[in-house]
């Protein structure tokens, strides 16, 4: 990675992403919010690669609540029926030395049809890739 006053990452990979839970239940979960990360920071101009890359995102989804879309569709702005998710992310640079660690939580009470979770792991990729561009090297 290189020095400098200015945000230098340009590259990031994604070695882990899972869940607390012993049974790998809501692996979909996890896979959702690796892909839905993934497409956030490429969106903001990062690059993916595999390996090799200015710093290393690994994440934990510490809890997760279903809820009910059609409870949220028609009863959501009451809080009815929300989802509810937790996750801790690690970003650490190329030589392993964390930078930046945090949990981020996110919900859906309402939304089309009642919303659904891809909107929570949406909110929460935007919130890891500020914390991102808000870390400067």
């Known amino acids: ?3 400098g006053g200015t945000n230098s990452i340009k590259t990031f990979s994604i070695p ?20 839905t990360l993934k497409s956030e920071l490429k969106s903001q101009g ?3 690669l595999d390996k090799d890359a200015d710093i290393n995102i690994y994440g934990t989804l ?3 609540k279903e809820g009910n879309a059609t409870a949220r ?14 996750f801790n992310f690690s ?21 089309a049809w009642g919303g659904e979770t891809k909107e929570i792991c949406q909110k929460i990729a935007k919130d ?5 561009k808000e870390y400067k090297i």
Not at 91 to 111: A, F, M, P, Y
């Open 128 to 132: 890891i890739a500020m914390k991102l």
């Open 91 to 111: 970003i650490k640079n190329d030589n392993g030395e964390e930078l930046i660690n945090g949990n981020v939580s996110g919900q859906i009470k309402t939304g």
């Open 73 to 86: 569709y028609f009863a959501g702005i009451y809080g009815a029926g929300k989802d509810e998710m937790t």
């Open 46 to 48: 990062y690059e993916y």
């Open 16 to 35: 882990e992403i899972k869940t607390v839970n012993k049974d790998n239940s809501y692996i979909e979960i996890t896979e959702k919010m690796k892909s």
């Open 62 to 64: 510490l809890q997760f």
């Open 1 to 3: 990675m290189k020095e």
